[in-house]
């Protein structure tokens, strides 16, 4: 299947300007393009698409994508550098989970805390109307 620029920008979150921006870095091999110029994107160009969106989501710099995207293109000899990239970003990932995690944890206990005094603030409030 192929979508048109408007068509992979809705599809994978991204807008055209991204993706012609991703293109003129070299994270995106140019697209094809029809009869009328316009360029179209393959589902394994889609799949791409999803997987760099997934590493700019969980935060890998700009640069390190372009080497892995530069890396890619030069086949199986470069799959122990594009495995280290990954590793590397997958350890800062987990790091940035871990302290997201201890955050909420801070998180959830004001929010218990809270509804703790709201609810003796209300029974509080239930014994004096109960009594006036």
């Not at 935060?59 to 890396?71: N, Q």
């Amino acid at each position: 299947m192929s979508y048109s620029i408007a068509q992979a920008a809705h599809q994978s979150g991204l807008s055209a300007d991204t993706l012609r921006y991703y293109e003129r870095i070299g994270l995106v091999d140019p697209p094809a393009r029809d009869s009328g110029g316009r360029r179209t994107y393959s589902d394994a160009d889609m799949a791409w698409l999803s997987f760099l969106t997934r590493l700019r989501i969980t935060g890998m710099p700009i640069r390190l994508m372009v080497e892995y995207a530069t890396l890619r293109r030069g086949g199986v000899g470069t799959s122990a550098r594009r495995r280290q990239i990954l590793q590397q970003h997958q350890a800062d990932v987990r790091a940035r989970i871990a302290d997201l995690q201890a955050c909420l944890k801070i998180i959830d206990y004001k929010v218990e805390n809270y509804l703790n005094v709201e609810q003796r603030l209300g029974l509080l409030a239930q014994v004096e109307q109960d009594s006036a």
